[in-house]
């Protein structure tokens, strides 16, 4: 079998392209995140596994405030939440002990697992002084033998993701998986890519993805064409089906890109809101146990929903 990683165009069996999924019209994420999203378990559950939900913040600039804008204390539970800041800066709480402020190259990986109640909101800093906030939020699913792991986060700075010069023109990070060598610090539960790529206008990327592993392209900014065939001019994802060994794409103008790959959890999905599970049962469950308190709380100065 070819090494897709450093395979040329006509060295591999590219990937058939199973749907184009155009973002829909904005909506708010609390009081400090406008996103439009690309997909989501509701509408294409098991067609983007082992993925669920990504959202994307377009560039907006606020203006200084004396109040932190977010979103407040709620619960998540049976996945991951994967948050990449490109402008701006995002605080994190959670009632694990996790915590943290990401900023503007940053990413922040949060395993749910078990249940877990967290806030998001632009960072104090930030908030003071106004500017622009950009970043996406990636779901990632958990098979049911890890769905009840206890919740971790990891703090992915800058510094600590590899990047990889492009010789086609660009660059590329690489926040999990593998790509030429260069191996990226996410800890996953299951087999996952997680790439960021910038390209030059022109330039012409085979993107591997293993031979029963699902690839979706993100287009966040420029115009690009997927498999000589599939032009995108917007924001959009195109996913593709697990059989092949990976996708080409030529960026028309610069562009900025997610690479998403992973092997599909062949699970029920049962899903509720935050709650992310196998059965219904599992959601009741979820719903109950939040309402217990079994997931733990924020310090009470956190859980009002606003911070200055």
Request: hydrophobic share 40%; charged share 20%.
């Amino acid at each position: 079998m070819t090494d897709a990683n450093t395979a040329s165009l006509g060295d591999i069996d590219m990937k058939s392209i199973e749907a184009v999924l155009e973002a829909p019209p904005g909506h708010w994420v609390g009081d400090g995140f406008p996103v439009r999203s690309l997909f989501s378990y509701h509408g294409q559950g098991k067609s983007v596994s082992p993925f669920l939900l990504l959202d994307y913040a377009a560039p907006v600039v606020f203006e200084p405030s004396p109040v932190s804008r977010g979103v407040g204390a709620h619960p998540h539970r049976g996945f991951e939440t994967v948050t990449v800041v490109y402008a701006g800066e995002v605080s994190h709480r959670d009632s694990a002990g996790g915590g943290g402020t990401i900023r503007a190259g940053d990413v922040q990986w949060m395993t749910a697992g078990s249940g877990i109640v967290h806030d998001e909101f632009h960072s104090d800093a930030f908030s003071r002084r106004g500017g622009p906030i950009e970043m996406v939020q990636l779901w990632v699913n958990l098979p049911a033998r890890h769905k009840m792991t206890p919740p971790r986060y990891q703090a992915l700075t800058q510094n600590d993701i590899p990047v990889v010069t492009l010789p086609e023109g660009g660059r590329l990070r690489v926040i999990a998986g593998t790509f030429r060598g260069h191996s990226g610090p996410a800890e996953t539960f299951t087999p996952v890519d997680v790439w960021d790529a910038s390209l030059d206008t022109g330039a012409s990327l085979v993107v591997p993805a293993a031979d029963g592993r699902r690839l979706i392209v993100v287009l966040l900014e420029g115009n690009a064409t997927v498999n000589s065939t599939c032009s995108l001019d917007d924001v959009a994802a195109v996913v593709l089906a697990p059989g092949g060994e990976g996708a080409h794409v030529t960026a028309d103008t610069s562009a900025r890109l997610l690479f998403l790959s992973g092997e599909p959890i062949d699970e029920p999905i049962a899903g509720y809101g935050p709650f992310v599970m196998n059965t219904e049962r599992e959601i009741r469950e979820a719903i109950s146990d939040f309402n217990s308190g079994r997931f733990g709380r924020l310090p009470s100065e956190q859980a009002k929903g606003t911070r200055s």
